[in-house]
């Protein structure tokens, strides 16, 4: 088990280094680069401009300054081109200029050890600040993949025992409805319907504008925003998952306990849930990974539209004021989360299922 | 008497025997009606976008670029103005039509992109496996451990957007799925006698792939362009509606929603039609993809 485990996460490493140089090579490809979008406007002179690129070490050799984003600066100690940051990549402290003082080490320390740079917009630590937006992500991505596993269950399960029946059919047709729905345009018309003409719900944000301070009060305090951007991410996960637990429980119905069972004379709704609705429940354990990437695609989205302050509309935001650090660091969390979820579902598959051996 | 009986004993036979499986999918597709509704749709859907919109800016004498300031806001039904006017005097009609063409024709170019990079990737890897499959699973694993529309998002921040490199963008990172369909299929189909002795008489390995292994491959490939198709007029609708896609003044069903979130209680219908236009569109690809896929499905009964 645990060997199982530490040979998922050795093969992971691969995956993730090919997304630390992918989002590396994005920043550093960009037209113009960090320079460009950090001296936005047509008058910085450009004197300003090579000191803003001496300053983030834009001079140093590519691999020299993708190390220091990865690893960070502190343990280098040689300053080679003068441009006062650290590029020599050595563990003693050298005297390079003969004053018989080592110079100073630099004080990044990569993003291995969770320093994400400062945002070059709101001149802050990326770190923190995504700090402060993943619980609202949270909360409305785990809401929203809750309902959407307590409804499209039991739906895929009744669908498959009464194939072909009408409830069926009207599951089929609205699992392809709410699959072509574009969600902007469902969150729109949410908006439209019960923000605008109703009045009955907000029509964005977490919470009142005019708690000031102290946050936000907990879920149950403020169920009103939560809803609509709930229900949009959830019809999502319903019409996915309803689709998925049929098919599973399609296949499951095949099975000869299944009609061992049956001719045991037991009651429909014994054979059906418990014998069949668990064994066709195990496939959606491998639905934690790709259920993340989701989460955060449709965050994007939703966040946007209905103003919930989380990574989604924060990275939404980057995205289009060219802030690398921050872009780079959602990019580098969601893979990490994603990878996490792949590992996560491999092994809950194996522990749940219980024709899976590790030997 | 005897020739009804034996017509009876002959009938459920000739309804395999004989036929290829195109030949079944194609009676079998003249029946679904739902399927081939969508598949109308889809026709007319074009035909609009293409013949329609010059066509009617020249009869009713409407543009998708003239604004009037006198005229904004008029609600549908009025004339010229048959889908009335946006915040800026535009005629909506011609607009959603024009849009139609930029939406439509990135959904078909980027998703024939996708498809083709997919389908050759996917071949070569189930055929030769070894390292070449090692790098380009890896390859893969990496682009779907980036949340999609993030990844799309970003590329398209760091290239300039334009119709062109969206398709390019749509097309270059959309492969992944089909890849894996086609490698899937081939590791199963190279096993199979037609391989084994098209290998035994010397074929090399480019026409095992393309020549005997691919045409097996064509249901597979017209599924997945269907779902495609609709798949990425979807994601580029998401993309236009965040500002990252296709850019005012050429109009998308996306930048047109996008753009009506301003003006939600001047404007309904402004919200409403573009939405609608991608939602009609979208599913009925998805219909036509899962119609086929019935159709060509080798297991299935009549």
């Known amino acids: 088990m645990i060997k199982y485990t530490l040979r998922r996460i050795i093969q992971a490493i691969p995956t993730l280094f090919g997304i630390t140089i992918f989002s590396f090579a994005l920043m550093y490809l960009a037209p113009g680069g960090p320079v460009a979008a950090l001296t936005f406007g047509p008058n910085v002179p450009q004197y300003q401009k090579e000191r803003e690129a001496a300053k983030l070490g834009l001079n140093d050799p590519v691999y020299i300054q993708y190390l220091r984003w990865l690893l960070g600066d502190d343990w280098m100690r040689w300053d080679s081109d003068g441009d006062k940051v650290a590029d020599g990549a050595f563990l003693l402290a050298l005297d390079v200029n003969g004053d018989g003082e080592p110079e100073p080490p630099g004080d990044r320390y990569g993003i291995v050890r969770g320093d994400f740079g400062k945002s070059f917009f709101y001149k802050r630590e990326v770190g923190s600040m995504i700090g402060e937006r993943v619980a609202a992500t949270l909360e409305l991505g785990a809401t929203s993949l809750f309902l959407g596993i307590t409804i499209g269950t039991p739906v895929g399960i009744l669908a498959a025992v009464r194939k072909k029946g009408w409830f069926d059919s009207i599951t089929r047709i609205l699992a392809v409805v709410f699959n072509a729905i574009p969600i902007f345009w469902l969150g729109l018309i949410l908006i439209l319907i019960f923000g605008s003409w109703l009045r009955a719900l907000p029509m964005g944000g977490r919470c009142d504008p005019l708690i000031l301070s102290g946050g936000c009060p907990p879920m149950w305090g403020r169920i009103e925003y939560l809803l609509l951007p709930t229900f949009v991410l959830a019809t999502g996960w319903v019409a996915v998952l309803s689709r998925y637990m049929r098919a599973s429980m399609l296949d499951v119905m095949s099975q000869d306990y299944m009609r061992t069972a049956h001719s045991k004379g037991l009651a429909g709704t014994v054979v059906w849930f418990k014998h069949g609705a668990r064994n066709a429940a195990i496939p959606l354990a491998t639905f934690i990974g790709p259920a993340i990437t989701g989460l955060l695609s449709g965050a994007a989205i939703t966040e946007t539209i209905f103003s919930w302050p989380g990574l989604g509309r924060f990275a939404v935001g980057a995205v289009t004021s060219q802030d690398y650090p921050v872009v780079m660091a959602v990019v580098i969390i969601g893979a990490v989360a994603t990878i996490g979820g792949y590992i996560l579902s491999d092994i809950l598959y194996a522990l749940i299922d219980p024709r899976i051996r590790f030997n | ?130 390292i070449v499959d090692d790098l380009i699973n890896w390859v893969i694993a990496t682009l779907n451990s980036i949340p999609s529309l993030f990844l799309l998002l970003i590329v398209a921040a760091v290239l300039r957007p334009s119709p062109t490199t969206l398709i390019i963008i749509l097309g270059f990172l959309g492969w992944t799925g089909i890849t894996r369909l086609v490698r899937g299929e081939t590791l199963s189909l190279r096993e199979r006698e037609y391989v084994i002795s098209a290998r035994a008489v010397g074929a090399s390995s480019w026409r095992i792939m393309f020549v005997h292994i691919l045409p097996n491959l064509v249901s597979v490939i017209i599924i997945a362009l269907a779902l495609d198709i609709g798949g990425i007029i979807l994601t580029e609708a998401a993309l236009s509606f965040l500002g ?59």
């Not at chain 2, 749709?41 to 066509?55: E, H, T």
């Not at chain 2, 109009?251 to 919200?271: D, Y």
């Open chain 2, 1 to 130: 008497m005897a020739t009804t009986v034996a017509r009876l004993d002959v009938e459920p036979k000739k309804k395999y025997e004989g036929r290829s499986l195109t030949q079944l999918a194609v009676s079998r597709l003249s029946r679904d009606t739902l399927t081939l509704i969508a598949l109308g749709m889809i026709v007319l859907l074009l035909l609009l976008a293409f013949v329609g919109a010059p066509v009617i800016s020249s009869v009713l004498d409407v543009s998708p670029t003239r604004t009037n300031a006198n005229q904004t806001f008029l609600p549908v039904g009025s004339y010229p103005h048959i889908l009335g006017t946006d915040d800026l005097g535009r005629d909506v009609l011609s607009r959603l039509l024009y849009a139609g063409q930029v939406s439509l024709s990135v959904g078909v170019i980027a998703a024939g992109l996708a498809v083709s990079i997919g389908v050759t990737l996917g071949i070569i890897t189930g055929y030769f496996g070894g």
């Open chain 2, 244 to 302: 990252l896609g296709i850019l005012p003044p050429t109009p998308s069903w996306g930048n047109m929603l996008s753009n009506a979130q301003g003006f939600f209680t001047k404007g309904v219908h402004l919200v409403i039609i573009p939405g609608l236009m991608i939602f009609v569109t979208v599913l009925c690809l998805y219909v036509l993809g899962d119609g086929l896929r019935d159709a060509f499905d080798p297991t299935a009964k009549d």
